[in-house]
């Protein structure tokens, strides 16, 4: 285990359907980052958190609402999804603060699918 | 450009034998390049890495070789093994000083498949 944990681990709504992802992180990170992974295209960063500050917004649709209440947890909310939305969504963390990476450690995801 | 192109797709291997997954880029500012390992169900994992000031980086039956001037870089898993069927993500990042962290871009992914 990487230490970061999702739930849940599959997600089947509606497009009408308002449902949040869960992630939390047990490694004392400050940063926290949102992926897409579809079938046969690079994984997408969504969103940063960087301190509980959102430090990267990748041009994603309103209809995904990103919350950090605190360092350890992050939340992605979905609402009116489309068809096109179903994907693996990854969270991720790492030491975070300025100027150099660190590794970034990955949950295992969420399968979400939209009907 | 913030592509990173990764080939081939899917790769079959021996067992024993050499597995080398290829990747370019074309951003000059990208200064720190992971591999990441995913096996199904679960997330990406880090597997190696390498910054531009090395030519190589070895870690146990894991290679990165890195040739700057190609702006190419690439993994070799020498003795490959069935446990190794998996599929491989290069990735570049542009560290953005002056406070802002830099993300990673990656590429599409290679499904290796190691047969016994």
């Known amino acids: 285990e990487t230490g970061v944990t999702q739930t849940p681990r599959h997600l089947v709504m509606g497009m009408t359907n308002k449902k949040s992802l869960k992630c939390e992180q047990h490694?004392?990170?400050?940063?926290m980052y949102w992926y897409k992974q579809s079938a046969k295209k690079p994984l997408e960063l969504m969103f940063v958190?960087?301190?509980?500050?959102?430090?990267e917004n990748n041009s994603v649709p309103s209809r995904f609402s990103p919350e950090c209440p605190n360092s350890s947890h992050l939340f992605l909310h979905l609402h009116t999804l489309q068809p096109e939305d179903s994907a693996l969504y990854l969270c991720a963390s790492s030491r975070g603060g300025d100027l150099w990476v660190n590794e970034q450690f990955f949950g295992p995801g969420t399968r979400l699918t939209v009907l | 450009q913030q592509q990173v192109k990764q080939s081939p797709q899917s790769l079959i291997v021996q067992k024993g034998g050499i597995s080398i997954i290829n990747c370019a880029y074309e951003n000059t500012a990208f200064d720190y390049f992971p591999w990441y390992q995913q096996f199904p169900g679960k997330g990406p994992a880090l597997l190696i890495a390498?910054?531009?000031?090395?030519s190589e980086k070895k870690e146990g039956r894991f290679t990165i070789s890195f040739n700057k001037s190609a702006k190419q870089f690439s993994l070799h898993i020498m003795d490959s093994q069935p446990g190794d069927s998996a599929t491989y993500f290069c990735a570049a990042l542009m560290n953005l000083y002056g406070g802002s962290q830099g993300n990673l871009i990656f590429g599409k992914g290679t499904k290796l498949s190691v047969k016994p």
């Open positions: 490694l004392g990170h400050n940063a």
């Open positions: 390498i910054r531009p000031d090395v």
């Open positions: 958190y960087n301190f509980k500050e959102q430090t």
